[in-house]
Structure formats: structure tokens, C-alpha cells
């Protein structure tokens, strides 16, 4: 455990110099408008020899923007108070931008709703803007999917009403399940969840036979968010486009950029600095601020 750790300090101060303001490239880089999805380190945060308190150092030190989390539990955010969550990541640079929570429809609706009502508490109290529901069950009909349709829209509703914003995050089967009456799921969801916005997870569409820079065109400024990924490390695999996607970013309306790893060939910490390195160094990611 000990030596872990040691790695782990270690590797953090080789970032923090490798990011110095002496170097001015780097800094322009680091200037780029990205976050981390905090699930793409989940295995250290896990760890007791490791821990949440020194994962988000790390990626503050590495040099993302944001995060983005996904351990809400009963008023918790990775098990600490939201207030204390907000604290330890502007302690870190970062900004506390988002989490994924997921909450279904079930047969007892007030309990929903109570659920909502400490959910968005919670977050509006870590300072987040928004929140997003990660994944959803697959309706049988289109008339279950309106129904999720119409609870999507009150969901986002509640967040307004509280100052958040409300998203909703793909995988690849919304794009893959298609209805008796030719309807894809996907596209059926985003025509009818108007208040809700989208979190484009462009790898995940594209495993669901549909190319993220499509989206755009077909559906232009509804995509907040975008969920960058690849196999492994970004930009290793040949299986993303990454070049056309972000030139033709201006149409998905996206504000916020987040990488996200699932799969690694290198330990988890390497792989998610390589792929904000892999961003930072292509020209065709442009520098943005929000």
C-alpha cells in the first residue's frame, strides 16, 4: 500500500512540473475547456491505499477543468456530505460541474419525487449546475418510452425550478432499439424531452450504428455535453473519428467537453492524463472557456 502511495505522490509531481507556467505552450494547452467523468478513475477512488481525497488532487494537478461525478447516494456524494465534496474539489482547481445519479419510474411516484427533491438538494449544494441520468430501462412500446418521455421533462422541471439543468446521458442501445413502427429509441427521445438537454456519449452512438458529427446535423445545439471517448486512451484505437467530430462541434451546441475512460492499457491515472493530453495537442480541438 505504502509503495502505491508513493507512486501515485510521485506521478502527481511529475505532472504538476511537467505543467509549469514556464512552459507558455503548455499553459495555452491547458487553457482547453475539459473535464474528467470521475468513473474513468473508479477503481482508485475504490482503493482504500488510494481514495477519493487523493484522486481529485491528481486530476486537478493533471490539468482538467471540471469534473464530472458518479457516486450519489442518500444526500452523499462519494460518501461525503455535498458540501465537503464542493470544498475538496475547488480545493483542487476544479470545478464541481455535474453528476450522474439515476432514478426510475417506479410504482410508488412519491417516493420518486421525494428522491428528486434530496437529490437536487444535494447538488445544488455541491455547487453543481447540472445533473444527469446515466442510463435508463429499455420500454417495450413507444407509448412506455412517452411515459419516460413526460417523467424526463418534469424531472428537468424540478431542476430548473431549483437553478440545475437536467441531462440525459446514451449508451449504445437507445440507438439500437427499434419499434415496431420503425421508431428508434434515441431519436424518439430526443424529440419529446424538450426541457431535458443531452449528454452525446460519441463513442457509445457509434457503437449503436450512428456517427456523433450526424447528430449534429440532424440535431443542432442539443448536445450540452459531450462525452468524449474511445476504446482506450483517446485517439489510440483508429475507431473514432475525432478530427471530424470536432470540426463540426459548432453544430452540437456542446459547452462542456468530458473525457471518459472505460477501458485501459495503462494504469487508469496514465491513461486519463495521456487522453487530456492527447486533446490538448490536437489542433483541431479549439480552446474554449465557459
Not at 453528476?99 to 419510474?105: A, E, L, M, T, Y
Not at 437529490?119 to 435508463?136: L, N, R
Request: aromatic share 12%; net charge negative; charged share 25%.
Amino acid at each position: 500500500m505504502k509503495t502505491f502511495k508513493s507512486v501515485l505522490v510521485l506521478l502527481s509531481l511529475v505532472i504538476m512540473i511537467s505543467c509549469g507556467p514556464s512552459d507558455k505552450k503548455t499553459v495555452e494547452k491547458l487553457e482547453k475547456n475539459i473535464g474528467l467523468q470521475m468513473y474513468s478513475l473508479r477503481d482508485d477512488i475504490n482503493n482504500d491505499a488510494v481514495g477519493v481525497d487523493s484522486i481529485i488532487k491528481v486530476i486537478g494537478e493533471m490539468g482538467y477543468k471540471y469534473v464530472e461525478a458518479a457516486s450519489y447516494f442518500d444526500g452523499l456524494i462519494y460518501g461525503m456530505p455535498p458540501e465537503t465534496f464542493k470544498e475538496k474539489v475547488e480545493a483542487a482547481g476544479l470545478i464541481s460541474l455535474s453528476c450522474h445519479v439515476r432514478q426510475d419510474i417506479t410504482d410508488n411516484m412519491d417516493e420518486v419525487w421525494a428522491w428528486w427533491d434530496k437529490c437536487i438538494a444535494t447538488h445544488k449544494a455541491a455547487g453543481m449546475k447540472y445533473i444527469v441520468q446515466p442510463s435508463m430501462p429499455t420500454p417495450e412500446t413507444v407509448e412506455g418510452l412517452q411515459a419516460y418521455c413526460d417523467y424526463f421533462n418534469q424531472v428537468a422541471e424540478k431542476c430548473k425550478a431549483a437553478g440545475l439543468e437536467f441531462g440525459y446521458h446514451n449508451h449504445a442501445y437507445e440507438f439500437e432499439k427499434v419499434y415496431d413502427d420503425g421508431t428508434v429509441m434515441y431519436d424518439y427521445m430526443i424529440q419529446h424531452m424538450d426541457k431535458v438537454f443531452f449528454e452525446l456519449d460519441i463513442y457509445w452512438c457509434q457503437k449503436g450504428g450512428r456517427l456523433a458529427t450526424e447528430l449534429f446535423t440532424q440535431y443542432p445545439g442539443r448536445f450540452t455535453f459531450l462525452h468524449v471517448k474511445d476504446e482506450a486512451e483517446l485517439g489510440q484505437s483508429g475507431y473514432m473519428n475525432f478530427e471530424d467530430i470536432f470540426n463540426n462541434i459548432d453544430k452540437s451546441g456542446a459547452k462542456y467537453l468530458i473525457v471518459e475512460v472505460e477501458r485501459y492499457n495503462v494504469p487508469p491515472v496514465e491513461s486519463v492524463k495521456q487522453s487530456l493530453d492527447y486533446l490538448n495537442n490536437a489542433e483541431f480541438v479549439k480552446i474554449t472557456k465557459n
